[in-house]
């Protein structure tokens, strides 16, 4: 049964046989080069996000608004860690779940000591992290264009602790923000280097759903609270 | 007709043919007559083919393409020497303009399919756009919101040059309705075909001509104001269905 | 799934009628998509150039399409490369049995599934059940359908047609929670309930949205985090994926992931975008075991093999056709009897299940072509369905409707004969009141809900005629009106 990949053969074979006569292109796209436009050319055609740093913040912070996620920007990480300590108290947190990096290393040693830390790093209890108040992660990216965290497997913390504790809290550096997806991806692929982590979620805005009769509500299974904690 | 002397566009006269379908015919005259009216008002000469039929639409919906065929290839016949061809009904038009060709596709006249469809003009697009002309000196007293047919709109993409045209109509106050591109379930056989789901779509788009409080409704396209017409009248009774043209040629 | 005690035209018209009859669940829908459409218009006019980005995504996915066996062959080179598992289904039934086989094997205990319209195309969840597996549908609309034992409404809004009153009565006797009238505490009912189900659970399902050929990956769109959970805590995730998905780049999403958040619900970029390769990499901290990607054809290669329709397989299942559909908002979207409602589901479901049984569908459209103007890759949606009238009547022609076709193509290329036959408008027109509204009445489908207008007595033909005449004077005047009476 290892090596059962199914009706392989017969399926690719199906594909061969219908794809034998050409479908019109209906629409044909400009810019492309061959069969379709080059990537690059993308934001020609989607919301624009501005060239410079202090528009790309300007657009951040105000879909950030729109999204319902809390960006504060922290002069140090001793502001930052003064932002944690106030949501604990203010949600009166008792357990917090993070991963480690250098970044939140340095956050870590200035929590209140009344706080129970989980680090996620040598594997974890489910319902431990379940139990947490809160989860801290750095990110990889924020993009401008949309608003979005990006995290990804290998480096915030694995899979689930950006979306299982009903709190997200991100630590990031200004010079994490990128302009839109297309430099997102670029930024990506120079650094993976075509191996890339087994997983890369853009997190916009606290979980939400809209399901009964399509009201906003937040939280639905993930973090009903995103705050964003962005470092010079 | 020699008439190389003459450059100035807008008031060069043409030679307008009218496709008039079945219903217009026999149902509503008044709007054939309205679009002659407005034509010769503004110059043009007008010229209606008796040998004239159906476009074929309501066969060719139905997915019997031979049939629809035979049809459109009389008319492809009857307006082979046409300049111009206007008609009163936006589905009609989106006929001969978009799915003739495509009717045709691969077939021997598809050539002269596509020589027709050049030549037929939606008749707000054909004045506004064509013509150059707005302001056709009409006057109209009442307040009335505006249908924008499916074919004129979407096969047609005709959505400005009625609303151009009304807006130069002396003592006539347009209001948009919310619903205002959204169809009234005519679609041809659809409406006796799915009778319960077409008046549901009826009732939808006249809910949303009445929010308006205006007094008339008027459209591009008969076979619309047939179905939003025939509802109003049975439920409402109060507005009254205008097409486009006879707006236009009243004075 | 509807079970279909009925062949499938007529329960659809008999579930379309009561829908279109039920004013307060016509309304519950209209008011449900009433927002969606201002914000799809708000974030759409934030684009730069919907229309090019438009044309961009369609030649992208023609590309992708029209190419699928090199870039299915990418993907599972990219995919396995990493550990990853791909099983190619040509059936629901491989695709069931594989998973089935899969759950059985390694001892599964607790599924919990997140969205998957592929799941629904199989009957996958009847499937598992009747093997003795649980399984828990994790996203919120598809949990509430799930408890209330029904198809879920729409694609995308599985329970838009639902008022929370219901959703709450349902909780209430499904769950023995208090009743209310918040969806906010509707929301966290389940999310309580659900969070057990993620942790217990030792397999996950999901669909997939996109298939990257470069990467080898997978990307799953949703607002709700419950597909994180889903491919994230199970030791063992299964993806069920239609061939059609592939993008050939991983950059592609940047172009796609804004125009589905937006065609889709009107957002900028949906909640969560996530892409994975694989299952947990060597120094990775968490994550499934054993990732399994099925890629289910199920009739999808009968659609490419239909150069004119082929375009339908660029489908990236935003819904925004439903969303606009006069249709589905008057009959809602159960009565389609269908995986796939609306337009796009009218379009496809004859290549999937049988044009004869389906065909239906695309009758019961008026092809105002809403749809396709919303489309964001731009399929011809409306037009196929024309194109499926065609097809269908050439394929089994209806014997007394090709009658008749037959018999109006004769009147309407004998001009002399049509204009006699249309003489007698006004004499109908006088004639019709005796019959109007009874079964004789030849019209009764139209009369029995709207007004017939009356014909006059002199038809545009006269008219023009006599104003032609009166234009040229009294002499030729004379003539004309001689000959024509
Ligand atoms: S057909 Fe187009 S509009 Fe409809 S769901 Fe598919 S992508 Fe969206």
Not at chain 1, 199 to 218: A, K, N, Q, Y
Not at chain 2, 2 to 17: D, E, K, L, Q, Y
Not at chain 2, 51 to 68: I, K, L, M, V
Request: glycine content about 8%; hydrophobic content about 40%; proline content about 5%.
């Amino acid at each position: 049964m290892n090596a059962n990949s199914g009706d392989r053969n017969a399926v690719l074979g199906r594909i061969r046989e219908a794809l034998r006569e050409e479908a019109p292109l209906k629409h044909p796209a400009e810019r492309s080069a061959g069969g379709a436009p080059t990537t690059a050319h993308f934001r020609e055609w989607l919301p624009p996000v501005g060239s410079r740093i202090d528009e790309r913040l300007e657009l951040f912070t105000r879909l950030s608004q729109t999204l319902r996620s809390e960006l504060t920007l922290c002069e140090n990480i001793a502001a930052a860690a003064a932002a944690v300590t106030e949501l604990a108290a203010q949600e009166n947190w008792k357990t917090i779940a993070l991963h480690k990096s250098d970044l939140l290393d340095g956050l870590r040693c200035l929590l209140p000591a009344s706080l129970n830390l989980l680090t996620v790093d040598e594997g974890y209890d489910k319902d431990a992290l379940e139990a947490c108040d809160a989860g801290i992660t750095q990110c990889e990216l924020l993009v401008a264009q949309t608003g979005s965290v990006c995290v990804t497997s290998s480096n915030d913390g694995g899979r689930v602790l950006s979306v299982l504790p009903p709190h997200h809290i991100v630590v990031a550096r200004r010079s994490q923000l990128v302009s839109d997806l297309t430099e997102a991806y670029a930024s990506l692929a120079s650094k993976y280097r075509g191996t890339y982590p087994s997983m890369i979620s853009f997190i916009t805005g606290p979980s939400r759903t809209g399901d009964i009769e399509r009201i906003l509500v937040l939280g639905a299974h993930g973090p009903k609270r995103l705050s964003i904690l962005l470092l010079p | 007709m020699p008439c190389r002397a003459i450059h100035i566009s807008g008031t060069h006269p043409m030679r307008v043919t009218l496709f008039v379908p079945c219903f217009i015919d026999s149902l509503y005259p008044n709007v054939g007559m309205s679009m002659v009216r407005v034509l010769e008002h503004l110059g043009h000469s007008v010229e209606f083919p008796e040998e004239q039929t159906c476009c074929g639409q309501p066969p060719f919906n139905s997915g019997y393409w031979d049939e629809a065929r035979a049809v459109a290839s009389k008319q492809l016949d009857v307006f082979k020497n046409a300049e111009i061809i206007l008609s009163g009904s936006g589905s009609c038009g989106a006929m001969f303009k978009v799915f003739y060709p495509e009717l045709f596709h691969g077939h021997d006249r598809e050539a002269e399919a596509k020589a027709l469809s050049a030549k037929t003009w939606e008749f707000s697009e054909f004045l506004v756009n064509k013509l150059g002309v707005k302001d056709v000196g009409a006057r109209f007293d009442g307040k009335a919101t505006f249908h924008d047919g499916c074919h004129g709109l979407r096969e047609l993409g005709t959505k400005h040059a009625p609303r151009e045209l009304l807006s130069h109509v002396k003592g006539l106050e347009l209001v948009e309705m919310s619903e205002a591109e959204t169809c009234c379930g005519f679609g041809g056989t659809f409406a006796v075909k799915y009778p319960q789901i077409s008046t549901a779509m009826a009732e939808v788009k006249c809910n949303s001509i009445c929010e308006t409080k205006a007094d008339f409704v008027i459209s591009n396209d008969s076979s619309c104001l047939m179905q939003i017409g025939g509802w109003l009248d049975r439920n409402i009774g109060s507005v009254k269905c205008l097409h486009l043209a006879e707006v236009l040629a009243s004075r | 799934m509807t079970t279909l005690a009925e062949p499938p035209r007529h329960q659809f018209q008999l579930d379309a009628n009561r829908t279109a009859a039920d004013g307060d669940r016509r309304a519950a829908v209209r008011k449900a998509l009433h927002n969606y459409s201002s914000a799809r218009d708000k974030t759409g006019a934030t684009f730069n150039d919907w229309k090019s980005a438009r044309n961009a995504a369609s030649a992208i996915k023609h590309e992708a399409v029209n190419h699928l066996d090199r870039y299915l062959e990418e993907f599972e080179s990219k995919f396995t490369a990493r550990g990853g598992k791909v099983f190619w289904a040509s059936d629901s039934k491989q695709a069931r049995d594989y998973i089935i086989d899969l759950a059985k094997r390694k001892s599964v205990r607790a599924i919990v599934k997140s969205k998957a319209m592929t799941g629904e195309e199989i009957h996958l969840n009847q499937a598992l059940l009747e093997e003795g597996f649980g399984v828990v549908e994790s996203d919120l609309g598809e949990y509430i359908q799930q408890l209330k034992g029904e198809a879920p409404y729409h694609f995308v809004f599985p329970c838009m047609h639902l008022r929370r009153d219901e959703i709450s009565d349902l909780f209430h006797k499904e769950l023995g929670t208090a009743k209310t009238d918040s969806p906010e505490e509707l929301t966290m009912i389940a999310r309580r309930v659900l969070r057990r189900a993620y942790i217990d659970a030792d397999m996950g399902i999901s669909g997939g949205n996109f298939i990257v050929a470069e990467t080898g990956m997978i990307s799953i769109t949703e607002n709700e985090g419950n597909a994180r959970l889903t491919v994230g805590l199970p030791k063992i995730h299964v993806a069920l994926i239609g061939i059609e998905k592939v993008v050939p780049r991983l950059a592609d999403l940047a172009l796609f992931l804004p125009m589905l958040a937006t065609a889709g619900t009107g957002q900028h970029m949906t909640g969560y975008n996530s892409m994975y390769g694989g299952p947990r990499q060597p120094g990775e901290l968490d994550g499934p075991e054993e990732f399994h990607v099925i890629l289910l054809d199920n009739h999808r290669t009968r659609l490419l093999a239909d150069p004119e329709q082929r375009d339908a397989l660029h489908c990236i299942r935003c819904g925004a056709c439903l969303n606009v559909c006069p249709i589905f908002k008057n009959i809602g979207g159960h009565a389609y009897g269908t995986t796939y409602q609306g337009p796009i589901g009218s379009v496809i479901t004859p290549h999937f299940r049988g044009l004869e049984d389906w065909k239906h569908l695309s009758g019961a459209s008026s092809l105002c072509g809403a749809c396709t103007e919303t489309c964001p890759v731009g399929i011809d949606i409306h037009h196929h369905l024309l194109h499926n009238r065609r097809n269908a009547a050439a394929q089994k022609p209806a014997k007394g409707e090709q009658l008749l076709w037959k018999a109006f193509a004769f009147l309407m290329q004998r001009p002399a004969l049509y204009r006699l036959a249309s003489r007698f408008a006004p004499l109908g027109s006088l004639l019709h009141p005796l019959v109007s509204g009874s079964p004789l009445d030849p019209v009764r489908s139209w009369t029995s809900t709207r007004e017939f207008p009356h014909a006059p007595m002199r038809s545009f033909r006269d008219q023009f005629r006599e104003h032609q005449a009166a234009k040229k004077g009294v002499a030729s005047s004379g003539t004309q009106q001689g000959a024509k009476r």
